[in-house]
């Protein structure tokens, strides 16, 4: 991003921050000037604590792909921008990790190390989420989660080395500047997973099944008034059906539904009988009781629906238009039961917003030996 582009996102930014937060006008003017002056020194400038916390707010507010925005508000920012050293990002990622769990009663929270433009020592988190299931690939199948098997393949070539099963949590894996990556196992203690059970067919625990509390996605970029975060690992809380409909029901993931259906009795040899649909209602069903028996909290689709049509009214009264990308927003299970089926959404982007970004290692190879 060139210097007057940088100028001229950090100026959009700034009127509206101060606009949204009743800033008086002579103070937009000079911090503006005091911007521009550090942009022409530096080729970049340092952003207030406030103005990333609002940043970090509106970002979430203007992503398109998130059903969960009503309390766009309510997401609290940790500011990591001062970090120099492996154990301070460590320390940072452990602490979000219990901080945002809150013993349950889940918190919406990020934490925003320093930006890619000020290139001092810039931090590289390798994970795709700070909590996630290894994979790997045998002779006898897949074992694990099939979506993390590069990656996997990545942290036992850094000397890694997982337990091969179902749910091993994969090690944090930061790379600080050019040097070396480096790993660190995620103590147990402070991972909460939930074993899944269903009320009505116990025969389902027998499965074995689990997963964790947080969704902590680690590889997105945050982009703020022309400056990158490219490490800002934030969450919310789940919706059910991420887990139920899609870590474990999608075929090319844990493909669960056969044998969801197979303790529920049900025959899968006859489409016609909708056993696939049935498995997948039963399956949520398990995810949402299972996370409320352990008091973590989730939310079910058609709540969520209706907070996100609740985001909506908001909006229009203070005169914003809702963006969104209609196949992300409807949910994977009954999406015509909700009105967002129903309406269409301009996928326009909104900044500050969330970016993806290119992976930091290599897919196949890992140059670090």
């Known amino acids: 991003m ?12 700034l009127t509206q921050y101060c606009d949204e937060t009743d800033k008086p006008h002579d103070y937009l003017a000079k911090r503006i000037a005091q911007v521009n002056s550090e942009i022409e020194k530096k080729g970049y400038y340092t952003q207030m604590y406030d103005e990333i916390v609002y940043g970090a707010k509106l970002a979430w507010r203007n992503s398109n792909r998130c059903i969960g925005r009503l309390f766009w508000e309510r997401i609290e920012v940790v500011d990591a921008r001062n970090v120099d050293t492996y ?24 934490t925003i190390f320093r930006p890619e433009q000020d290139k001092k020592n810039i931090i590289k988190i390798w994970n795709h989420q700070l909590l996630r299931y290894a994979g790997y690939q045998t002779d006898e199948g897949i074992i694990g989660d099939p ?13 890694w080395k997982g337990a091969r099963t179902n749910f091993d949590i994969l090690p944090l894996v930061v790379q600080i500047g050019d040097q070396h990556p480096q790993w660190m196992e995620i103590p147990n203690e402070i991972i909460p997973e939930i074993p899944i059970e269903h009320p009505d067919y116990p025969e389902i625990a027998s499965l074995n099944l689990k997963w964790y509390a947080i969704p902590i996605i680690s590889d997105m970029r945050l982009e703020i008034g022309g400056l990158d975060y490219i490490a800002a690992p934030f969450n919310g809380w789940y919706m059910g059906t991420e ?24 025959n899968t040899k006859h489409e016609s009988n909708l056993w696939r649909d049935r498995a ?8 949402l009781y299972s996370f409320k028996k352990q008091g973590i909290t989730i939310t079910d689709h058609h709540t969520a629906a209706k907070q996100f049509e609740v985001f909506e009214k908001h909006e229009a009264a203070k005169g914003r238009d809702v963006t969104g990308k209609w196949t992300w927003l409807i949910p994977p299970v009954s999406p015509a039961t909700t009105h967002i089926w129903h309406k269409p959404y301009r996928n326009d982007i909104l900044k500050p917003n969330f970016f993806y970004q290119n992976k930091f290692y290599q897919p196949t190879s890992c140059p670090f030996h």
């Open 147 to 159: 979506d993390s098997i590069e990656f996997t393949k990545i942290c036992e070539r850094l000397n």
């Open 243 to 266: 887990i139920g409909a899609r870590n474990f029901a999608d075929e090319y993931r844990y493909d669960m539904l056969p044998k969801i259906a197979e303790k529920m009795g049900i």
């Open 2 to 13: 060139t210097i007057e582009k940088v100028s001229q996102e950090a100026k959009l930014f």
């Open 87 to 110: 154990e301070e990002v460590f320390e940072y990622l452990l602490s979000h990790i219990q901080l945002s769990f809150n013993h349950g009663r889940i918190k919406p929270y990020i």
């Open 280 to 287: 997948l209602v039963e399956l949520n069903a398990a995810i």
